[in-house]
């Protein structure tokens, strides 16, 4: 076998030793975000996909569990935005439909938390998910993401308090 072709079954192997060990955590992580099974694995496939197309610039096999965590947070999220698009847009149609009623002002709590998400940088926002809505411990989080206890500390605090602030400024002013 030439280079690649070594280094292409290297990397199928490695992803489904991984996917095998791991996935099951992947899941969780983009079930936490859209409180959807099938959706859920739609992302964790689509976060695989992502590492085979890219094995080339992920240099550190050893990393891997770390990107792919980030990338399925990213891909649930990106998955609820246009989730949430579409809401807004049927609701949109619903209120130019004749002998419809007009949209209502309440936004759903769940489209004002994504919301409140989007306004985190993407390590603070990933270790929020991580942290509150995957429930893992901050040891967990920080042997995941590769980063120091006292850094997921950090982010998780400044995160909760940036979600605090946005959330108390859209009551008083929404």
């Known amino acids: 076998m030439g280079d690649t072709q070594t280094h292409r079954a290297d990397w199928r ?3 489904e030793e991984h996917s095998q060990r791991h996935g099951p955590m992947y899941c969780r992580i983009a079930y936490g975000v859209l409180r959807d099974t099938e959706a859920a694995q739609d992302v ?4 695989l996909l992502k ?3 890219q094995r080339d610039q992920i240099r550190d096999a050893g990393a891997l569990k770390s990107w792919l965590a980030k990338v399925t947070v990213s891909e649930s999220l990106r998955l609820l935005r246009r989730r949430v698009t579409e809401r807004r847009v049927l ?3 619903e209120a130019a439909a004749p002998g419809v009623a007009g ?3 309440i936004v759903d709590r769940r489209d004002l938390a994504l919301v409140a998400l989007e306004q985190l940088e993407e390590p603070t926002r990933t270790v929020v998910i991580l942290r509150v809505m995957e429930a893992m411990s901050g040891n967990d989080v920080s042997e995941l993401l590769q ?3 006292s850094e997921v500390s950090r982010r998780l605090h400044e995160g909760l308090d940036r979600l605090r602030r946005f959330l108390v400024n859209r009551q008083i002013h929404g």
């Open 51 to 53: 590492a085979w197309r």
């Open 44 to 47: 964790c496939q689509e976060a």
């Open 13 to 15: 192997g490695l992803l």
């Open 147 to 149: 980063v120091s206890p």
């Open 91 to 93: 609701r949109e149609h």
């Open 103 to 105: 949209p209502t002002e």
